[in-house]
């Protein structure tokens, strides 16, 4: 029995449950809408707790560059800074020093990197991510990992999984839950996409005692099938009493196949990063705003969409909001977006509830096939 993580009811191998953190429980499936910057882009709180929003996600490596996590800690962390009351996880940077940095060298003590800010020098321990992450209070911090890139071969991934487990090793000790600030640890399996390795990262991960398990490495650029054959195989390694995250992941389909594979949490930039660039999710299926024929449209972007963009403003003025760069644009866009994610996952909560989740999962693969 597990006092965190309560699992209410299970449909197939798709979950419902309850994860308690310092901020509040959060009921899964559960997806994350990141605030890489201390800010939900274009959102304030407010429209946060309208959209129903549970938990959002910090970036480490953003905060710790810029402002910096010791000036976030004077000021009594991240959600007093930001006003934002209720559950936050922060990642441990890893991934943006892979992806964003220059100069990133790989040691067994940590990664050396370049800010994409400045170019100034910084090295990321594993001591040194949790270190930040305490002073940004998160309810639930992630591992130093290394992400291993798409196409890495078997020698170069079975490296980087010794540096991996080596590295979540480091990061327990450096803080057991229970000290102050009753923070959550998660660990973090790797693996590329070596079914073996994959098999062994989860075992080395999981002698480690987290409050709960993502899967990393994924959605780095394989294709769809290749992601969901990792997925399929690496979940049900993963203990039954934790927390399951599957980390960078947001299209609808997405999240409901990694439902459907037992996954409890996600994140992703695609929804609110798609909403400034026009493209937006609807149950009729995606919408390019700037089109032409919605130039005199004045119904609503999604007639089923009970949200406050759908509920006010028509595709004609959201076109003309988008063609004309105005900024109001990003956050009609940004607000009806999440809330067509939150609530596709609090519709699957509720299919898994009534055990109709594969119904569920079938009416959406119909209008979105991939
Ligand atoms: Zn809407």
Not at 15 to 36: D, K, Y
Not at 83 to 92: F, N, V
Not at 179 to 199: A, P, S, Y
Not at 341 to 352: E, M, P, S
């Amino acid at each position: 029995m597990n006092p965190l993580f309560t699992l209410e009811k299970t449909d197939g191998r798709a979950r419902a449950a309850t994860l308690s953190t310092p901020h509040g429980s959060i009921q899964t499936p559960i997806f994350m809408p990141v605030g890489t910057q201390g800010s939900v882009k274009s959102l304030d709180p407010n429209d946060l707790h309208g959209l129903g929003a549970q938990i959002i996600l910090g970036n480490t490596y953003h905060l710790y560059l810029r402002p910096g996590d010791e000036m976030i800690a004077r000021r009594g962390g991240l959600h007093r800074f930001m006003r934002w009351d209720k559950p936050i996880l922060t990642d441990s940077g890893g991934f943006q020093v892979f992806s964003l940095s220059a100069l990133r060298k790989i040691t067994d003590e940590g990664v050396e990197f370049a800010s994409h800010i400045d170019g100034s020098k910084h090295m990321f321990t594993p001591e040194k991510v949790i270190s930040i992450q305490k002073n940004l209070g998160s309810d639930i911090m992630m591992v130093l990992d290394e992400c291993v890139p798409d196409g890495a071969d078997r020698a170069y991934t079975q490296k980087s999984l010794k540096t991996t487990t080596a590295w979540a090793k480091r990061c327990r000790e450096a803080y057991s839950h229970g000290e102050t600030g009753n923070q959550l640890m998660f660990g973090i399996v790797q693996g590329g996409f070596f079914k073996d390795l994959r098999t062994q990262s989860a075992a080395e991960i999981m002698s480690i005692p987290f409050e709960g398990y993502a899967l990393g490495g994924l959605s780095v650029g394989e294709s769809k099938t290749e992601m969901l054959d990792m997925l399929e195989h690496t979940t049900p390694l993963l203990p039954a009493d934790r927390p399951r995250y599957l980390m960078g992941v947001g299209a609808p389909m997405d999240l409901l196949n990694g439902i459907k594979l037992g996954v409890d949490m996600f994140d992703c930039v695609l929804p609110t990063r798609n909403a400034r660039n026009g493209t937006l999710f609807t149950s009729l299926g995606k919408v390019n705003i700037k089109r032409a024929e919605y130039k005199e449209d004045d119904g609503p972007l999604d007639p089923q969409c009970s949200c406050y963009t759908c509920r006010n403003f028509s595709r004609a003025y959201l076109r003309h909001l988008y063609v004309a760069k105005e900024i109001l644009s990003y956050r009609l866009n940004t607000i009806h977006n999440l809330h067509f994610l939150l609530d596709l996952v609090r519709g699957a909560r509720q299919a898994i509830f009534e055990n109709r989740f594969e119904a569920y999962y079938q009416q959406w693969k119909g209008i979105y096939p991939v």
